[in-house]
Nanobody, 121 residues
Framework: QVQLAESGGGLVQPGGSLRLSCAAS????????MGWYRQAPGKEREVVAS???????KYIDSVKDRFTISMDNAKRTVYLQMNSLKPEDTGVYYC???????????????WGQGTQVTVSS
């Protein structure tokens, strides 16, 4: 019932910027947190940034001061503003939401389909 629609990926030059969006839709009661993960070829998937419903954010060290995650609770949408992009930022970026679909408030994880981000000169 819960679907995540991602957009904003693409090809950019080093130093460029991209803004990723992920909108959650379907039957749900609440979203506790959302985050962005990425996976480069031959590497493990890693969490890049996350945000809670109380706007508490976390970032991996490699993206601090360059990426900003935000969430619009009313629209059930999370954004990732990526500035000063580097080639090592290249990978498939996945949106994840932890959401309760009913009033039991039991949370489940939902994943987007992934969007490719390529940083190359």
């Amino acid at each position: 019932q819960v679907q995540l629609a991602e957009s904003g990926g693409g090809l950019v030059q080093p130093g460029g910027s991209l803004r990723l969006s992920c909108a959650a839709s379907g039957t749900m009661f609440s979203i506790e947190n959302m985050g962005w993960y990425r996976q480069a070829p031959g590497k493990e998937r890693e969490v890049v940034a996350s945000i809670t419903s109380r706007d508490s954010t976390k970032y991996i060290d490699s993206v601090k001061d360059r990426f900003t995650i935000s969430m619009d609770n009313a629209k059930r949408t999370v954004y990732l503003q990526m500035n000063s992009l580097k080639p090592e930022d290249t990978g498939v970026y996945y949106c994840k939401a932890s959401a309760a679909v009913d009033m039991t408030l039991i949370e489940y994880d939902y994943w987007g389909q992934g969007t490719q981000v390529t940083v190359s000169s």
